[in-house]
């Protein structure tokens, strides 16, 4: 099983993705990996002499897409960047999947361009786990579009929905729309047009409204929102996570009681933190293209990208391509658009 990464972008470029690849490597024997970038950089970080380099591919790119470069810019006239070939790989069905940390938009537009869409769907959506009380849900779109449609929401339901069949195993998982409040009249008109749509079909089990309060709750298995707000409420808490544990670093270094019972309670903070770090969850998806594609964090660590590999490698063995498709093309079967 091939997965081509990009081993340019984010904000570490190889100096993550390399051993994170090779972290891949070891833990799955079936993994061989596509590494794409600038050859001069990538080789003096793989080891030497070691059994792992038969599983390694190298593809050289010295053209790397940086964060603030024009997505349209970039498929015109960057065809060779870092990106553009991983992706490339994807479509010549040469590798499963696809991993990258750079430009995000870079990324699914190229992807988009490559892979092509469903039938029926009209954008892709970022699509990421998080975790909640009793477990984990799903949510999208994450950043991939700013603007959307009651159209647009409604097709992310239903890609959200069958990612969750096929990589988290619920058989029927429920879906709620982000909104300011749980009642019916709340919200902006667009936001009320998605939930008459959810609400007439069938290929969807739509609970209602979800409060920003209530994301980590675990009422729902998928949340579902425009691309502002979904990011903004990811990173709003990935903020908050930082935040709260710096305060209580603090707060114990305040006094010489405070230095005492941290050490008593530090394996439950350890265990708190690690349950809750950003970093586990790692690894969003583009749902509705015709191939893997997963966006990691652009400033994710070693551990980090390492999970987004793993999730491209679960994403591609559990068919959630072909599955999102079908979804889509039954969907909208029942509910006119």
Do not use: W
């Not at 530090?266 to 749902?287: D, F, M, Q, T």
Request: with cysteine.
């Amino acid at each position: 099983m091939l997965i081509a990464v990009d081993a340019m972008g984010g904000d570490f470029g190889p100096r993550v993705a390399i051993p994170a690849a090779l972290r891949a490597l070891k833990k799955d024997s079936r993994l061989s990996v596509l590494l794409v970038g600038d050859l001069k950089e990538i080789e003096p970080l793989l080891p030497e002499q070691s059994p792992l380099l038969q599983r390694i591919q190298l593809r050289h790119s010295d053209i790397s897409v940086a964060m603030g470069d024009s997505p349209k810019h970039v498929l015109r006239h960057q065809k060779g960047s870092s990106i553009h070939v991983a992706v490339q790989s994807v479509a010549d069905k040469e590798s499963v999947a696809c991993v990258s940390a750079g430009n995000t938009g870079a990324l699914a537009v190229i992807s988009r361009y490559l892979l092509k869409m469903y039938p029926g769907v009209s954008r892709p959506a970022i699509c990421s786990q998080l975790p909640v009380k009793g477990g984990e849900c799903l949510m999208l779109d994450l950043g991939a579009n700013l603007g959307c449609d009651a159209d647009d929401l409604y097709q992310f339901a239903l890609m959200g929905s069958a990612m969750a069949e096929v990589m988290q195993q619920k058989p029927s998982p429920s879906v709620g729309l982000l909104n300011v409040g749980e009642e019916e009249l709340k919200g902006t008109e667009l936001v009320r047009d998605a939930a008459s749509i959810l609400s007439a079909s069938k290929a969807v089990r739509y609970e209602g409204f979800v409060e920003g309060s209530d994301i980590f709750a675990g009422q729902v298995d998928v949340i579902v929102c425009d691309g502002v707000s979904g990011n903004t409420a990811l990173k709003t808490s990935e903020g908050v996570v930082r935040f709260l544990f710096q305060q209580i670093r603090q707060g114990f270094k305040r006094t010489l009681y405070g230095r005492l019972v941290s050490v008593l309670v530090r394996p439950v903070l350890k265990s708190i933190k690690r349950s809750l770090n950003p970093e586990r969850y790692n690894g969003a998806v583009l749902l509705g293209l015709q191939g893997v594609v997963v966006k990691s964090h652009g400033a994710a660590e070693v551990e980090g990208f390492y999970r987004a590999i793993l999730h491209a490698v679960h994403a591609a063995e559990s068919g959630l391509c072909q599955r999102v498709g079908e979804k889509v093309a039954n969907g909208n079967s029942g509910v006119n658009l």
